[in-house]
Structures are given as structure tokens and as C-alpha cells.
């Protein structure tokens, strides 16, 4: 698996470091307030729990699986929701963990599920933000790493499903692609 990838881009320390960073950030800002940490699977899995562990505040822990159907070089932007969260958010602090933001959507999307529910408020803290793929207008709170427009897998990230359990996010070789796949690599979940 290792030698697909042509270049580490975050290490298994850079990630470490990040999570330390924002799950002490989380704990302080949070104080008090029992937020639920919404993990948007299966992409944000890995960061979850290690963000999780680095928050010391009483915290619940949430799922939800949206599926982003992208066609075509242009991504389509249909958002399907597969496995709903189990917990009434009325009143509640969110907080979205999310392995990347890329054209903004899946996140949006989120938010106003969770804002039409009632939620006291909601932020959003990413492993990666991929600015220049934006196409809604929404921002991230709390980032990781402000990524380049690469498609990158590993920690969580995948490619046809795989590569998820690389303990660091890289690039993959282009000889990895499928021809297909190189013209239109965008919105894996
Ligand atoms: P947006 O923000 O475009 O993100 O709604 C939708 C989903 O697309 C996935 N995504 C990626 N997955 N490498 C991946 O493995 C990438 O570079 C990448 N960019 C976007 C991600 O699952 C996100 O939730
Ligand atoms: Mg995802």
C-alpha cells in the first residue's frame, strides 16, 4: 500500500500534533457546554477518535454518513443522506468533524440539516481544508491543514475505498488512476 503513494503531504506526527492542537482548542472553547462531535463517516473516522482523545470536556460522540455524487469533471453536488445520527440535536452544540472540505457542499448541506433541527450551534473542525475547490460559500473553524487542490488519501481519506488506514495523508502515483478516474478525481466519500 505504501508504494502507491508518491508523496507524504502530513505525516503520522504532523496529524498527531494537529489533533493535540484542536482537541485542547475544543476542550477550552467548549467548557462546560457538552457538545456532541458529529463524525461524518467513514472519511472523518480516524480524526474523530484522535481529536476526541485530546479533548478533556465531557463530550457525546455522533454519526452521520452522507454520500456526495459527483459527476463528470464538474462535480454534480447531489447529497444523499445514508445513516442518520441517533441523537436530538435540539438545543445541543454541534460540532462536525469532517476529514476535508472540498467544494463545500457535503458540509453545507449538514448545516442546515442541523440548523432546521434546532441546533444551538454548530461549527465544524476539519483534518483538511481544500480552499481552492470551494464552490458554496462556508467556512471551517477549526483546521487542520489548509491542503493544496491534490487529491490526497489516507487517515481516514480514500480511493475506491482504500488507503484508509495509511496513518498519513499523501498523493497517490498517477499510475494508481485508472485513465478514467484521472479526468475526473473528485468527491470520494
Ligand atoms: P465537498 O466539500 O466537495 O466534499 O462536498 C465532499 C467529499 O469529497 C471527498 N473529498 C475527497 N476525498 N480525497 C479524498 O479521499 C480528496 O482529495 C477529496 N476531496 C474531497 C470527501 O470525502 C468530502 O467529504
Ligand atoms: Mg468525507
Redesign the pocket.
Known amino acids: 500500500m505504501n508504494n502507491d503513494i508518491e508523496r507524504v503531504l502530513y505525516s503520522e506526527a504532523d496529524i498527531a500534533a494537529a489533533a493535540q492542537r484542536i482537541g485542547a482548542q475544543l476542550a477550552q472553547d467548549y467548557a462546560g457546554k457538552t457538545p456532541i462531535l458529529l463524525s461524518?463517516l467513514k472519511?472523518?473516522i480516524l480524526w474523530t477518535v484522535d481529536v476526541m482523545r485530546a479533548m478533556d470536556e465531557y463530550a457525546e460522540i455522533e454519526f452521520i454518513d452522507?454520500s456526495?455524487y459527483?459527476g463528470g469533471v464538474e462535480?454534480a453536488?447531489t447529497?444523499t443522506l445514508r445513516t442518520d445520527l441517533t441523537t436530538d440535536v435540539k438545543g445541543r452544540d454541534i460540532i462536525i468533524l469532517?476529514?476535508?472540505?472540498?467544494?463545500?457542499?457535503?458540509?453545507?448541506?449538514m448545516v442546515e440539516l442541523l440548523e432546521q433541527r434546532g441546533a444551538a450551534s454548530i461549527k465544524v473542525a476539519s483534518l483538511?481544508d481544500?480552499k481552492e475547490?470551494?464552490?458554496v460559500d462556508i467556512d471551517v473553524d477549526y483546521i487542520g491543514f489548509d491542503?493544496p487542490n491534490?487529491?490526497?488519501?489516507g487517515y481516514?481519506?480514500?480511493?475506491k475505498d482504500l488507503?484508509r488506514n495509511l496513518p498519513y495523508v499523501g498523493i497517490l502515483k498517477p499510475a494508481v488512476y485508472t485513465a478514467e478516474d484521472s479526468a475526473t478525481?473528485?468527491?470520494?466519500?
Request: hydrophobic share 35%; proline share 0%.
Open positions: 461524518v472519511g472523518a452522507v456526495s459527483h462535480s453536488g447529497i469532517e476529514d476535508i472540505v472540498d467544494t463545500g457542499r457535503t458540509l453545507k448541506y483538511l481544500k475547490g470551494r464552490v491542503v491534490e487529491f490526497v488519501v481516514g481519506l480514500d480511493y488507503y478525481l473528485n468527491g470520494q466519500d
